[in-house]
């Protein structure tokens, strides 16, 4: 495209409808490879971003959990409130919080079970209190549906390339084969050297010698 911005409509090697394919499909096949870059991109910063966010909401519950337990070992809260956070009553007990869904589900287990003992008239469990627990398991949910939502339009800025690409495809080929006819005049040397001047590039098949140009 940068030569033929340069060169004259009458020296161009193609037909005008060809010219007028490439300035419809150009801009647009461009426009997709940039949006694509984008996506990339954008779900490549997300990611980073919730595992570290993931890492300390996990920190937060875990802390909270033992938090409670600790509270409850020292007879500040009855063992029966353990069921309020979705814990066995009858011990001690850690969750294995590992994966994302992990996290999900136990920000909902520990805020309902706060919230509920409090308004039985408990008092907040503090380092970390409930607030600080939801602002971390927050972030860490904004920033994973962030992620979905960036690898949704990933997803589909390969789809659109891909769709592009076919269409790109059948286009080089016609190109091709125009500039071909246009300078199949003379030796083949020449034909070459001007072909190499708008992208056509003649690859020896193995053991096939090339005339010098």
């Known amino acids: 495209m940068d030569r033929k911005a340069v060169t004259l409509p009458a020296n161009l090697p193609f037909t005008q409808a060809t010219i007028d394919r490439l300035n419809v499909f150009f801009p647009a096949y461009h426009d997709a490879i940039q949006n694509l870059s984008t996506t990339l991109y954008n779900q490549t910063s997300i990611t980073v971003k919730v595992v570290k966010a993931k890492q300390l909401a996990t920190w937060f ?17 009855a063992p029966n409130f353990r069921a309020l956070y979705s814990l ?36 907040p469990i503090t380092f970390p209190s409930l607030a600080e627990v939801d602002a971390a398991t927050g972030d860490f949910r904004t920033k994973n549906l962030q992620q979905s939502n960036d690898k949704n339009a990933y997803d589909k800025a390969q789809e659109a390339v891909q769709a592009e690409n076919k269409k790109a495809d059948l286009l080089i080929l016609k ?39």
Do not use: M
């Open 88 to 123: 066995p009553i009858e011990k001690r007990f850690r969750p294995q919080i590992k994966t994302e869904q992990d996290v999900l589900e136990w920000a909902v287990n520990i805020h309902d079970g706060e919230t509920e003992r409090i308004a039985q008239g408990g008092v």
């Open 175 to 213: 190109c091709w084969n125009e500039i071909e006819s246009e300078y199949d005049v003379g030796d083949k040397p020449s034909l070459r050297r001007k072909a190499r001047e708008w992208g056509v590039i003649y690859v020896p098949r193995k053991g096939e010698k090339v005339q010098e140009e």
């Open 61 to 77: 519950l875990n802390d909270f959990i033992d938090a409670l337990q600790n509270a409850i070992r020292r007879g500040t809260i």
